[in-house]
Each structure stands twice: as C-alpha cells, then as structure tokens.
C-alpha cells in the first residue's frame, strides 16, 4: 500500500514538473499543489520536489514552514485558525478559544478524531478594528463572540 501511495505521489509530482518547470521559481507554485490534493505535503513530497527542483530537501520544508496555508502535517479538513495578535488579543480572544475548543472537543493545536476539524493559532488576519477575528478555510469572520464563533463552524462546514 505505501508502495503504490509512493508510486502515485511520484508520478503527481512528475506531472507537476512538467507543468510547471523544473526551476526554483516552480516551488511553490508545485507545493500547492500537493497541498490540495493532499491536505499536507509528506515527508517523501518534500524529497521529491527537491530532487526534481535540484535543490535541498531544507529549502522545501522552510517554505512550508513559512506559508500558514502550507503543512507538512496531516491536518483536518478545515482548518480554523484563530487571531492571536494584540488587537484581537485585547478583544477578548481567548473566550473565542475556549468556545470553540469545547464545542469541537480539542485544544489549539490538535485534529478531531474524524479528521472534520484543525484549530490553529495565526497571526494578524489584517481585520484588526473588527476583531476578535478567526478564519475557516479561505472564509474570515470577525467581531466575534463565543456564541458566533461557534454557529460559524457549523455555517461553514454544514
Ligand atoms: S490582530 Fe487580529 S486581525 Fe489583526
């Protein structure tokens, strides 16, 4: 089985080269990529990428490192990720964190045992005057309170 998912993730990966290019300038563009697809980008990913691209296995795993939309992690299948810069930290924050810790049974940090949910810390999502701010997927919500938060999870996800 870990055969045929490695056999499969190389030949993604060798499409995605020739779609791309073999250059560095592709990286990121290949990266995310395997991040739909996948929902993180493996350990073996990473050693291909960087094969193909002629570059270290290091320089892949720095830019997932850098990129919050990046992991190299399996995560859940959405993704919220709360504000914990200042101004929503002045906002009362961490009665977001709590409500929704509880509502899905997990701390920051940690994946529900059906995959359904990761609960991240981000840093600022740019909506500083409307906080306390939190993102699920793609979609930000903001001038939360802990009772919004969570009706939000179940809104977006269903
Ligand atoms: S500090 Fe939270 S959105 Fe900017």
């Known amino acids: 089985m870990l055969v045929f998912e490695k056999t499969s993730l190389a030949k993604e990966i060798e499409q ?70 200042i101004s929503c930290d002045m906002k009362n924050k961490m009665s977001i964190v709590k409500a929704v810790e509880r509502e899905l049974g997990i701390k920051i940090g940690e994946t529900t045992s059906d995959n359904k949910f990761t609960i991240e810390y981000t840093n600022c999502l740019g909506l500083c005057d409307e906080g306390p701010a939190m993102a699920i997927n793609e979609r930000v919500f903001t001038r939360l309170t802990p009772q919004t938060a969570v009706e939000n999870l179940h809104k977006v996800v269903g």
């Open 16 to 85: 995605l080269i020739e779609k791309y290019g073999n250059s560095r300038s592709s990286l990121l563009s290949i990266l995310q990529e395997i991040q739909a697809n996948h929902r993180y980008i493996s350990d073996y990913a990473q050693q291909e990428i960087a094969r193909h691209l002629c570059i270290q296995p290091v320089e892949v795993y720095s830019v997932i490192s850098f990129y919050a939309f990046l992991n190299s992690e399996p995560k859940g299948r959405n993704i919220v990720r709360i504000c914990k810069t």
